[in-house]
C-alpha cells in the first residue's frame, strides 16, 4: 500500500468547513483513497473513499487531485462531535489480507 | 446486530498472565480483523479471517499470541505469558468480502503490571 502523509494536528472552529489534506504521492492506479476516523476511546469508524472522481456522503467530502498524488477529506460544518484522529490510507480494494494500514493520522480538534 | 462486540472492555492483569479476548463481528461479515493499537499511534495489523480460516498473519503476532474463530463467527484472541509490552488497546473489524465497510468495535484496553 502507498504511504501517506497527513499533518499532525489542526484545529478547527465550530461551525466552519475543516479541510484536511493527505498526500499519496507515490499511489498506483488501482488504489483508492479511504478515510477513515476515530474517536477518543472507540475504535476506527469510515467516514468516505474514492478512486479519482470527488466523493460525497452524508458525512463529508472527498477531492482528490487530476493527478492523484493528493486529496482533502472535507467536514462542511464542523461540531464538536468531530474531533478525533483522521486516518488517510490508499489501498487496492481486491488486495490480499484486505487489511488497512493505518498511519499516524491528524487530530483534529474542533473548537466552540 | 448494532455492530462489532468486544469483550471485556478493559482488562487488568499481572506480567505472565495468560489473557483471552473475545470479539463478535456483524453477523453477516464473513471477514474478521485484529488490530493493535498504543497510545499515540495508529492501529497496527495483527491477523484477519475470512470465515473460519486464518489467512495472514502480522510479524506483529509472536509465538505467544494465538487467534481463532473456530466456527467463522466469533473470535478470541490470547495473549500467553503477557509481558508489559504488551499493554494496548485490541480492537477487532469485520467486513464483508473486500468491500469499503470495514466496522470496528470499541476495543479492549489492555494492562499488564
Known amino acids: 500500500d502507498a504511504k501517506t502523509t497527513q499533518p499532525t494536528s489542526m484545529d478547527c472552529a465550530e461551525g466552519r468547513a475543516a479541510n484536511l489534506p493527505c498526500n499519496h504521492s507515490?499511489?498506483?492506479?488501482?488504489?483508492?483513497v479511504y478515510w477513515y476516523r476515530q474517536i477518543h476511546s472507540q475504535g476506527p469508524q469510515y467516514i468516505i473513499h474514492?478512486?479519482?472522481n470527488n466523493e460525497t456522503n452524508e458525512m463529508a467530502s472527498l477531492i482528490i487531485t487530476e493527478d492523484r498524488k493528493s486529496s482533502t477529506l472535507i467536514l462542511p460544518h464542523a461540531t464538536l462531535r468531530d474531533t478525533a484522529v483522521y486516518y488517510c490510507?490508499?489501498?487496492?480494494?481486491?488486495?490480499?489480507?484486505?487489511?488497512?494500514?493505518f498511519g499516524g493520522g491528524t487530530r483534529v480538534l474542533v473548537k466552540p | 446486530d448494532t455492530g462489532v462486540s468486544q469483550d471485556p472492555r478493559h482488562k487488568i492483569t499481572k506480567r505472565g498472565q495468560n489473557v483471552t479476548f473475545r470479539c463478535d463481528p456483524i453477523?453477516?461479515?464473513?471477514?474478521l480483523y485484529w488490530y493493535r493499537q498504543t497510545l499515540g499511534q495508529g492501529p497496527e495489523f495483527l491477523t484477519y479471517?475470512?470465515?473460519?480460516?486464518?489467512?495472514?498473519k502480522s510479524r506483529l503476532l509472536s509465538d505467544r499470541f494465538s487467534a481463532e474463530r473456530p466456527k467463522g463467527s466469533f473470535s478470541t484472541l490470547e495473549i500467553q505469558r503477557t509481558e508489559q509490552g504488551d499493554s494496548a488497546m485490541y480492537l477487532c473489524?469485520?467486513?464483508?468480502?473486500?468491500?469499503?465497510?470495514?466496522?470496528f468495535g470499541s476495543g479492549t484496553r489492555l494492562t499488564v503490571v
Open positions: 473489524a469485520s467486513s464483508v468480502g473486500t468491500g469499503y465497510g470495514y466496522t
Open positions: 507515490t499511489i498506483s492506479g488501482n488504489e483508492y
Open positions: 474514492g478512486l479519482k
Open positions: 490510507i490508499v489501498r487496492v480494494p481486491q488486495a490480499a489480507g484486505n487489511k488497512l494500514t
Open positions: 453477523s453477516e461479515h464473513n471477514r
Open positions: 479471517f475470512q470465515n473460519e480460516a486464518q489467512l495472514e
